[in-house]
């Protein structure tokens, strides 16, 4: 059954830019792994780490992941409980955030738990890779399923959408690497929220807060301004502004 479409998005300030501003949040740790090689440890932070992730969505009007990191078990990209739903509406934010899925070939299972929870409204961003049978599946599933290019997913164009359609102003990417790599790329993220833990996973092909093809050359690569770090217990919280290249 879908969600009722009973979201309020605040309107946009007519002077605001054609992209929301968008936040990367990813833990990782000191090797720079986000999960390890196999996939099966992905939530390794803290209690604390844990709590700033709902206090990030509770700033922002959406939740992005990769179809990988959506369709994980117990995945809902929801606000958390009745303290943090409170602190949207202080924000004045919707009480539940829009929750919006990467899926270039409509990978993302129609059975994943996400779509079980019908607190807030889903969209799927995919491309005409993934199968009319496929997109039919999703349709059922989700409020809104786009196709955004027939090959590569355009997400300069989704993003202008989900600010359009969606009066999405602030968005939270929370990954996996081959999103927000791809993100990157674009030049569409804004911050980077980086919470190191004093972990080792190891691994080649463990994902990293950063996947995709890579930038080839120094001059490429995403630069980033630190805007500040703290501290708690074992783990340190750093927050990245991006510079822009455009
Ligand atoms: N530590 C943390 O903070 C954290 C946070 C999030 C996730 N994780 C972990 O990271 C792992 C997942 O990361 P991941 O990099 O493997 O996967 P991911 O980015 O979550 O998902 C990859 C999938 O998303 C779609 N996708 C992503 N970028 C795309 C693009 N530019 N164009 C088209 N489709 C795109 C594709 O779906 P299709 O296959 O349908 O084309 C792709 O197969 C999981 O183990 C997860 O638990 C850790």
Not at 81 to 99: H, I, M, P, S, V
Not at 158 to 166: I, Q
Not at 189 to 200: F, G, R, S, Y
């Amino acid at each position: 059954m879908k969600a009722a479409k009973k979201f309020s998005f605040q309107r946009a300030p007519a002077h605001s830019s054609q992209f929301p501003f968008m936040l990367i949040n990813m833990a990782m740790t000191a090797d720079g792994k986000i999960a390890t090689a196999n996939h099966t440890v992905a939530s390794f932070a803290s209690r604390r780490d844990l709590a700033r992730l709902y206090e990030l969505r509770a700033t922002a009007d959406a939740v992005l992941a990769g179809a990988r990191t959506a369709g994980g078990d117990d995945i809902s990209m929801g606000p958390g409980g009745k303290k943090y739903q409170q602190a949207r509406l202080k924000n004045g934010l919707a009480e539940f955030n829009l929750r919006a899925i990467v899926s270039g070939s409509g990978s993302i299972d129609a059975r994943s738990h996400i779509f079980q929870r019908r607190f807030s409204p889903i969209v799927v961003i995919t491309t005409g890779r993934a199968s009319v049978e496929k997109v039919a599946e999703l349709r059922k599933v989700a409020d809104a399923v786009e196709t955004f290019g027939e090959k590569k997913i355009d997400l300069r164009r989704a993003l202008r959408w989900l600010r359009r359609e969606w009066n999405v102003r602030r968005l939270v990417c929370e990954g996996g690497g081959e999103l927000n790599a791809a993100m990157l790329a674009a030049d569409l993220v804004d911050e980077i929220h980086v919470t190191i833990c004093p972990k080792i996973f190891g691994g080649r092909d463990a994902p990293t807060i950063a996947d995709g093809e890579g930038f080839a050359s120094l001059i490429a690569a995403a630069r980033l301004k630190l805007e500040s770090k703290k501290q708690i217990g074992a783990e340190m919280f750093l927050i990245y502004r991006v510079l822009k290249r455009r």
